[in-house]
């Protein structure tokens, strides 16, 4: 595939110039954001930074076909920390720490999160799907904050819910029968992985991950404040799944690049089989109950996601909008950070457009190397 370059220019200018109507002052945002029907619910308990302007970073097959403001920047990219945390329940898997997603996560604890009859029939599977329907409390929020949340494209909201706000509560089903996106349940899930590593999650996700990736040492995965939990004797922070209420990744769009190639290759970087092999599929296998979801990861399962893009696309998504969007078949990975959502479609359509033939890129105007 080769890629016209005045094409490319236009479809980087088309990111750079849609900028999301999220203020700069991330904290700010948040803070105004916050839970109405219980305010102490949406107290920002971790960092917060105040971001930049749209940048980003286009690879084709490994090589940079595109960059557009800084890329260099280490960002909050708030619920891209999700997938993240699939990367590392699939080391897991791989290291024997976990036997089987469909094991009872509460084997596993070393707390007593999964001890009520409810709680104790989740498994690995139902977290990382984000139908677990976990009922508690962790540093400080309930389950119910997110109850009834809209996220999504369109807004969507988890199940048939008459209508009703978010937070507002509701009658828990049987874990692995509702979908929900929910932010507590979701650091439910990185505690119980670092329960298993036994030791803090930015550890291994440096060791394991972005160390073998080359990586830059810009990236920061920050715990909320009261986070903490004893291990063998060591108070240890727990790190959110995301920037709900501060907190999580900070990451730049070329790092982010750097990740979504190492899945798009399979887990395998130079040679070096980083991610288990198949985790990667696997991570891409739509969740019965939300087709356009794998484990942590959005699908375009029958262009539901994104219309505009191919079947065969997968994302990282968080906040603000932070974005990447890979597609295994095209052989592309796009970053796109601090875009306005709604013009996520044209700026797709934008960089497939630019593809103008068949034939393998050559090096011209491509940065040598790759990221």
Known sequence: MVFDDALLRE??????????????????????????KEPRWGEILGPTKARG?????????GRVIARWGDPERA??????????????????????????????????????G?????????????????????????????????HHRAIGQAGTRSGDDGGAEKGEARTLRAPGTFWEYNDVRVNRLSLSLM???????PEVLRERVMTPIGA???????????????????????????GHWGGGLFISSEDLGRVGRLVQLGGV???RQVLPAGWAEQLRRPCALNPTYGLMWWLNTDQQYL????????????????????????????????????????????????AVGDDLPSSEGVASGGI
């Open 11 to 36: 479809a980087a200018e088309t990111a750079r110039h849609a900028e999301t109507k999220w203020p700069r002052d991330l904290a700010k945002g948040l803070r105004s954001d916050a839970d109405l």
């Open 53 to 61: 302007d749209p940048n980003g970073v286009a690879l084709h097959e």
């Open 75 to 112: 960002d909050m990219t708030f619920s891209v920390t999700k997938s993240f945390l699939a990367l590392l329940a699939g080391i897991a898997l791989g290291d024997g720490l976990i036997r089987s997603l469909d094991d009872l996560a509460g084997d596993y604890a070393l707390d007593d």
């Open 114 to 146: 999964f001890e009520s009859p409810h709680n104790r029939t989740i498994t690995w599977r139902h977290l990382l799907e984000q139908t677990s329907e976990w009922n508690g409390w962790l540093w400080g929020k309930p389950d119910q904050v997110d």
């Open 195 to 201: 329960q298993v590593f036994r030791r803090p999650l």
């Open 216 to 242: 830059s040492d810009t990236w920061v995965w920050h715990a909320y404040e009261n986070a903490r939990f004893e291990i063998d004797g060591v108070r240890m922070p727990s790190v959110p799944g995301g």
């Open 269 to 271: 970087w130079e040679g």
């Open 307 to 354: 219309p505009e893009a191919p079947a065969s696309s997968y994302f990282m998504v968080g906040a603000g909008s932070n974005i990447v969007w890979l597609d295994d078949v095209l052989g592309l990975v796009v970053v796109m950070r601090w875009i306005n959502r709604r013009q996520l479609g044209a700026i797709v359509e934008g960089f497939l457009g630019a």
